[in-house]
């Protein structure tokens, strides 16, 4: 009988099915739910570093009635952390915890190694298994290098895994000057897992109005390719777990994810479609094709097509269509 089992940032999972941080994990009930209907673990919507910083600052003209902040006045705060946000996201997870045997991973969404970064030890005391911290900076500033944006990877991993002992996940996006240096030198500093590859909200044009609305919330079935093309080049070259996100809408993106060495995948977009009785499907349709290949358990298979053991390593490689497709016909 095949084992689902995985290890993911040293937790044991009882199937690699998380349920990526969004709207379905942000209430107890839902993710009751998810633990129901088979959830492996769940990371628990984002708080947000502006949201934390807004308040703080709020908190203290209210204290000082100055308009301007002195940066030192955040010393104290780093002693009170009991703003409205925090102390519900804390309450958040210690209910959670309380509510699921699953691993809970709380999350933070940030941009800056600031002052928030306190916050991930009170989230260590409020019993979260792990935590993920969701990063991007949309690289606009055109007076910053790429070196400079990276360097705000290093600076939040390095900040919070001083602060805390659980395990660390890093969501990144694709967009690094070197993605491959990125990623090895925040796995030189002992993150415990990298999650890719989030996917942002992006703004579209109404051509009728004339005007900018919103691109598309959920990932298609076909996004998945680029997670499973970098997940295929890094797995034998990191230490940390993988997780895949992004585009996994079926079993069989999700047995490719780990085929190319993934610990874990995160989905949001397909239970957002077809609700979280889903992920039972899922995990029986993992379960049928491992029966079918004879796989007993996920190590048996995991990474089994990463960019080393492959057939095609050059194929991880290849990104121009030119040579290798001159003579494709449809
Ligand atoms: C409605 C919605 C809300 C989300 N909120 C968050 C969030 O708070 N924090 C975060 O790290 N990712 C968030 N995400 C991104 C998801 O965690 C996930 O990485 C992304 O949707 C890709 O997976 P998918 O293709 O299965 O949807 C959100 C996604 C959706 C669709």
């Given at each position: 009988m095949p084992k689902l089992t995985t290890n993911y940032l040293g937790l044991d999972l009882k199937n690699p099915i998380i349920v990526a941080s969004s709207g379905l994990t942000d209430s107890i009930a839902k993710i009751k739910e998810l633990e129901a209907n088979g959830a492996g673990a769940v990371v628990l919507k984002s708080l947000f570093e502006e949201e934390i910083i807004m308040e703080m600052e709020e908190k203290i003209h209210a204290m000082t009635n100055r308009p301007f902040i002195y940066p030192e006045t955040f010393d104290y705060m780093d002693e009170e952390p009991h703003e409205d946000i925090l102390r519900k996201y804390l309450q958040f997870i210690k209910d959670a915890k309380a509510a699921v045997s699953i691993p809970i991973i709380a999350s933070i969404n940030c941009?800056?190694?600031?002052?928030?970064?306190?916050f991930s030890r009170e989230i260590e005391k409020a019993g979260a298994d792990a935590l993920e911290v969701n990063l991007f900076v949309l690289?606009?500033?055109?007076?910053?290098?790429g070196e400079e944006n990276e360097q705000i990877y290093i600076d939040v991993l390095k900040t919070v895994k001083e602060q805390v002992a659980i395990p660390v996940a890093l969501k990144i996006?694709?967009?690094?000057?070197n993605l491959a240096n990125t990623i090895k030198r925040l796995d030189d500093l002992k993150v415990d897992g990298i999650v890719m590859f989030n996917r942002f909200y992006t703004p579209d044009f109404d051509i009728h109005n004339l005007s900018v609305t919103s691109g598309h919330i959920l990932s298609n079935a076909d996004d998945y390719k680029n997670s499973l093309r970098w997940i295929g080049i890094m797995s034998e070259r990191v230490n940390c777990s993988l997780a895949a996100t992004t585009g996994m809408h079926t079993s069989e993106s999700i047995i490719k994810s780990i085929l190319a060495g993934a610990d874990a995948v995160q989905i949001a977009s397909i239970l957002y479609k077809?609700?979280?009785?889903?992920i039972d499907i899922l995990n029986k349709e993992i379960y049928s094709w491992m029966s079918e290949q004879g796989f007993k358990s996920i190590r048996d298979f995991k990474?089994?097509?990463?960019q080393t053991k492959s057939?095609?390593?050059?194929a991880f490689e290849r990104v121009q269509f030119m040579k290798h497709f001159r003579n494709f016909v449809e």
């Open positions: 941009v800056s190694a600031q002052k928030w970064t306190y690289p606009t500033d055109m007076n910053r290098t996006s694709p967009y690094h000057s077809n609700g979280s009785e889903y990474g089994k097509l990463s057939n095609d390593p050059a």
